[in-house]
């Protein structure tokens, strides 16, 4: 009977979870359907070439491989250990997005470093005579990705029969940044109003250089701060690894009881609340 508990407690367990997922099925396959789409938008952002299905896949199979890992390490009691699956297929899903959020960061910033060449580019094709479609595909062809490809998929999209406005407008939903926003209401509202385009592109292009500097000397300013944020989140891990390796019975007191897990989570949530703090405290709105 005692030996039957454990596997009892799981599957009572796995039978409310089932229940309540049939209970709230329709909220939760909305949600599903939102989060889905979000998370392919997220990937296109990013530039995977991986469909969704196998990123998800790619996750799963991550998280079973750290759960597996995750088992050999601290050889939790069975209940626990089945438990750990889905929280370690959550940590894989939470470092697929944050890495995701990374590469699209990195695009996004890339993109808008070009930003202000697309525009001089533009002013001085609109200048000599080309038409604003004429100027984008020029600047296709003079300009490497990221740049590159989102605005070839302007000219993609105008040969569907899609207004340039309304293309521009999907770029500044697909590569979200002030002055990609900025650039798309600036050229709708200048086509639609009449006036000097090319002189609206500099403009544009002058306050974009300008941000440019303000956002190099904010870094400069929080570089310091930054180091410090480095050091402290790198700190208690290097420790803990020193002491696992350099003191057996610490170590093991460490990963392989109850104490020592209980101690590990409260770090590692410390830890968390440390990296969201500082990372608040380091972001500035210009």
Not at 216 to 241: C, E, N
């Amino acid at each position: 009977m005692v030996a039957a508990a454990p596997f009892a407690i799981f599957f009572g367990i796995t039978a409310c979870m089932a229940l309540g997922f049939f209970a709230f099925r329709d909220a939760i396959s909305a949600r599903v359907a939102s989060s889905g789409s979000a998370f392919k938008t997220k990937i296109e952002r990013a530039d995977i070439t991986l469909k969704p299905e196998e990123v998800v896949l790619s996750i799963l199979g991550g998280g079973s491989i750290f759960w597996v890992a995750t088992a050999l390490m601290f050889r939790p009691p069975l209940v626990i250990g089945l438990l750990l699956l889905p929280v370690t297929i959550a940590f894989a899903g939470i470092g697929a997005n944050l890495w995701l959020d990374w590469k699209a960061h990195q695009r996004m910033a890339g993109f808008a470093m070009q930003l202000e060449l697309v525009l001089r580019m533009m002013a001085g094709a609109l200048r000599v005579g080309l038409g604003l479609r004429q100027s984008i595909i020029l600047v296709t062809e003079e300009v490497p990705d990221p740049a590159r490809r989102e605005f070839m998929r302007i000219i993609g999209r105008t040969n569907l029969g899609i207004s340039i406005l309304d293309a521009l407008d999907e770029l500044a939903v697909a590569m979200p940044s002030a002055e990609m926003a900025m650039t798309a209401k600036a050229i709708r509202v200048q086509t639609q109003t009449g006036g000097d385009l090319a002189k609206v592109l500099e403009n544009l292009a002058g306050t974009i250089k300008d941000r440019r500097r303000v956002f190099r000397k904010m870094r400069a300013l929080t570089a310091q701060g930054r180091g410090s944020a480095y050091i402290i989140g790198g700190l208690p891990v290097l420790v803990g690894s020193f002491v696992v390796f350099t003191q057996p019975t610490m170590g093991g007191a460490l990963l392989h009881t109850n104490s020592g897990h209980i101690a590990l989570g409260i770090v590692a949530g410390l830890e968390a609340l440390a990296a969201y703090s500082l990372n608040r405290i380091l972001q500035f709105d210009v």
